[in-house]
């Protein structure tokens, strides 16, 4: 019987190519990542933090125009 060469890296072995500056999550060579205001964020946080990034466009529809 000829031994099994995995061909496929488990991640978690692989080193980390850097951290996500909002949870530490660890991302990986060919994970998502977006480098924002010298943060990089993971494909987790990026909803939240678009959120809290574009909450002065924030606005309700229908509602009336908010005045700042
Ligand atoms: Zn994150």
Redesign the pocket.
């Known amino acids: 019987m000829r031994p099994i060469f995995r061909t496929l890296q488990d991640p978690q072995q692989r080193p980390a190519a850097g951290l996500?500056?909002?949870?530490?999550?660890e991302l990986y060579p060919g994970d998502d990542a977006w480098q924002i205001n010298q943060l990089l964020?993971?494909g987790?946080?990026l909803p939240a933090y678009a959120r809290q990034l574009l909450a002065p466009h924030h606005q309700i529809c229908g509602g009336e125009e908010e005045t700042l």
Do not use: E, N
């Open positions: 996500c500056s909002l949870c530490g999550g964020i993971c987790d946080c």
